[in-house]
């Protein structure tokens, strides 16, 4: 492309779809950087829309953009692409020059988040103000709604958008999430717009018209029933009559970073409905969220509590008695989390914790739960020298743990349900369940969250007379900038008005520390002892293991069954993770004591008790089941044991341990030539092997030794097998396997090689082998006979 100050106008457009393709991704950054220092608005409008869709792809997942979410630290782009579209950088100096002209950009209705959309298709006034006023009129003959959003608005959207957008991507996900360019680039925007220090820097143009727009302020005499329960009657507004209304002059200094806010919250947050929830329902909407999109939630969270927790304190009231002067920034951090994030998070939560697969990757969805509950952490201070377990949570955090109240106790409640169906053995889900009930244990929380709920329960009797109120959220007419409303005074008031908000008024709330839950909690503190008795016992037979046959498998005389040695199995199966996995579990049950109270010598028992259950002999282990022609059938007790994780299977290899997979310590050859050596062998002496194995002298427990697995039989009688395999692999047979293996090979070579320096030929080299091996076998079933007989 020419110089762009000698281009048409008319050419703009086609020679940047052009360049799209031919250029390098810097030669386009920079040829953007002087079209938008150099051209007008009127000419940069036409391209603008090509542009954030080239940027960030389109809605429908079809074009790609610059794959934000795939480009990481390591690549050449990187850099350059934060410093093209930073907050402060050319891609936001483009928009903020469009702002100041009165320029629109449309949005199907169709992307916009399922509630939302629901509203518009119904003619309801959506409870967001940032939808207020955006409606345009379709063409005759179009049946497409759209919104009309300003610069800014069309930018944040799209930059939401690209979050959840459907992605036909080829190229797998290497690299963490959280080190991605769009992960940064979200940082960058919430530091910038939502500043912990300082202010939001100013606009380069002077904007008058790029205000967020606030609906229509309520008449005074409009009267909330109940505890600010939403009313639909109250938000029936027509969409297509709504009035043109001038924003709050107050919002004007930050109309940007509430922009930002609430279309980050919208577009990653707001895909349930509280109706449906409250009718237990699923969404209508299939919307399944992603690891990475929750990871961003939580950047989100973090951010937020850090935002809100740099609230400057109120300086004290004048002699005049006139009221002090609150910036709108700050006015803004003391309702961020309550109006902004709070039922929408709630509700996106509730819909994880039920919905999400019971394995490792629930972690980012706890994650996020927990930095919600814990804005403490977030407050820029300095911690004590404390440790975490002995940190106590401040008192001035108790009126945020009761205005948040449903966040501790409903989801802790749908933590439970996951987590007593949960496998507690592998390490991953042990610490899952270890972190919940570490945060909740914090000196002081319990304590805080059991008076919220007395305080809900307070009969209404009880509480002082009082004029119908509440707070007025932006759905119920109320500006999120607007003039704060009278506050409540009791905090019994606070605490209704929070759960009938989030759960309706005829709800029927289920307390934490109930005789309900509490119950759950012993469930799961039992399930809980029986991982970790497990875990112990799994972890210190392969410690025995480990350490019996470390030594015997450097000569090849270690037991042929390789279905205990997988090397491709998980490492979560591996001791050093089950040790790890013992540890978590310890420290569970030691928490849930301290949270629920519970008599230590009372749940020393229980354990005890289990452990003593399990001991008992392993075949209580498995689940009740019959015996039947192809093994054992499951009973109704049985099927009830494995669900509620009482008893399982022993689950392992149980084809032929000659027919494994080929390891990659293993030659490929040799497998399959001493495998065809073998079976020949065993075919052609079968039965003179099986009547040396048979016989009950010296010679019979010596030929048992080296031609039968007698701890495999042991394990297999464990395991649901049939009584036809059973019979088959307990048949004697000689197993040449081991010698396939590099590291036996080498140590042939490093034997025969000894004896070539000890002047021994092949033939003595061998036949040395032999006896040493015979000797071995002679010596361990004579130890094993005299460990017998004691």
Avoid at 479 to 504: C, I, N
Avoid at 508 to 536: C, N, P
Wanted: aromatic share 10%.
């Amino acid at each position: 492309m020419s110089s762009p100050s000698l281009q048409q106008p008319s050419f703009l457009l086609a020679n940047l779809k052009a360049d799209a393709t031919s250029k390098p991704l810097i030669q386009r950054c920079q040829d953007l950087l002087k079209i938008i220092d150099e051209y007008p608005a009127k000419e940069l409008h036409l391209i603008f829309p090509w542009l954030v869709e080239n940027v960030f792809g389109s809605l429908d997942g079809v074009i790609s953009g610059w794959n934000l979410r795939l480009l990481h630290s390591r690549s050449n782009e990187f850099n350059l692409v934060l410093d093209f579209l930073s907050p402060s950088g050319p891609m936001m100096k483009l928009v903020y020059k469009l702002q100041a002209e009165e320029y629109k950009y449309e949005v199907p209705v169709h992307y916009l988040p399922g509630p939302v959309k629901a509203c518009i298709q119904e003619g309801v006034l959506p409870d967001c103000p940032l939808f207020h006023n955006k409606l345009q009129f379709p063409l005759p003959g179009v049946l497409t709604l759209n919104v009309a959003l300003n610069p800014f608005e069309f930018f944040m959207f799209n930059l939401a958008y690209c979050l959840i957008a459907p992605r036909n991507c080829l190229q797998p996900q290497l690299c963490s999430s959280t080190d991605s360019a769009y992960f940064v680039l979200v940082d960058l925007y919430l530091k910038y717009f939502l500043p912990v220090e300082g202010s939001v820097p100013a606009s380069p143009f002077t904007d008058s018209r790029g205000s967020v727009a606030a609906p229509s302020p309520r008449a005074s005499s409009v009267s909330f029933a109940g505890y600010g329960v939403h009313s639909p009657s109250l938000l029936k507004h027509h969409i297509f009559h709504q009035p043109s209304v001038n924003a709050d002059p107050a919002a004007q200094e930050i109309w940007r970073s509430e922009t930002l806010l609430q279309m980050f919250v919208e577009i990653w947050l707001h895909h349930y409905s509280l109706d449906l929830y409250q009718k237990l329902q699923s969404p209508q909407e299939p919307f399944n969220p992603s690891e990475e999109h929750v990871l961003v939630v939580r950047l989100l969270v973090k951010h937020l509590h850090a935002f809100s927790s740099s609230l400057k304190p109120e300086p004290p009231p004048s002699p005049a008695h006139s009221p002090p002067h609150t910036s709108p920034l700050e006015e803004f951090k003391r309702v961020v989390v309550q109006r902004f994030v709070q039922q929408k998070l709630y509700l996106f939560l509730q819909h994880c914790f039920g919905h999400w697969p019971l394995d490792a990757s629930f972690r980012a969805v706890l994650e996020t739960w927990l930095s919600y509950i814990q804005p403490w952490r977030y407050t820029g201070e300095k911690p004590n020298a404390q440790p975490d377990q002995n940190r106590t949570v401040p008192d001035k955090w108790e009126s945020f743990v009761h205005e948040n109240l449903l966040l501790y106790t409903k989801l802790f409640q749908g933590f439970l349900n996951r987590a007593t169906r949960t496998d507690l053995v592998n390490a991953k889900n042990a610490l899952m369940v270890f972190r919940a009930a570490k945060v909740l244990a914090q000196p002081n929380l319990a304590d805080m969250i059991q008076r919220g709920e007395q305080l809900f329960l307070e009969p209404e009797h009880v509480l002082p007379h009082r004029q119908p109120r509440g707070y007025l959220t932006p759905g119920q007419g109320g500006s999120y900038l607007s003039p704060r409303q009278r506050m409540v005074t009791d905090t019994a008031f606070k605490v209704k008005s929070h759960v009938y908000s989030l759960e309706g008024q005829d709800c029927q709330y289920k307390q934490m520390f109930g005789s309900e839950v509490r119950g759950v909690v012993m469930r799961l503190i039992q399930i809980i002892a029986q991982a970790r008795h497990t875990a112990k016992r799994i972890s210190d037979q392969s410690s025995e293991a480990a350490a019996g046959g470390s030594f015997l498998s450097w000569f090849g005389l270690a037991s042929s069954d390789l279905s205990n040695a997988f090397p491709g199995a998980e490492p979560e199966d591996s001791g050093e993770y089950l040790k790890k996995t013992h540890e978590f579990l310890d420290r569970a049950l030691e928490n849930l004591c301290h949270i629920f109270k519970l008599n230590q010598n009372q749940l020393a028992q229980l354990v005890a008790n289990l452990g003593a259950a399990q001991d008992d002999g392993r075949a209580n282990q498995l689940p009740d089941c019959v015996q039947g022609e192809t093994g054992p059938v499951l009973t109704d007790l049985g099927r009830r044991q494995i669900i509620n994780g009482l008893r399982r299977f022993e689950v392992q290899y149980q084809g032929d341990p000659e027919l494994q997979p080929i390891r990659s310590y293993e030659s490929a050859l040799l497998v399959r030539l001493l495998y065809r050596a073998s079976s020949l062998l065993n075919n052609r002496l079968q039965a003179q092997m099986g009547a040396l194995c048979s016989r009950s002298d010296f010679l019979g427990r010596l030929g048992r030794r080296y031609l039968t697995d007698p701890d495999s039989c042991v394990r297999l009688r464990l395991s649901p097998m049939s009584q036809r395999a059973l019979e088959h692999r307990q048949q004697p047979r000689l197993s040449l396997r081991p010698l396939a293996s590099y590291r036996t090979l080498l140590l042939l070579l490093l034997f025969y090689a000894l004896g070539a320096l000890l002047s021994l030929g092949p033939l003595c080299s061998t036949a040395l082998l032999l006896t040493g091996a015979l000797l071995y076998g002679v010596l361990m079933t004579l130890c094993a006979e005299k460990l017998k007989t004691q």
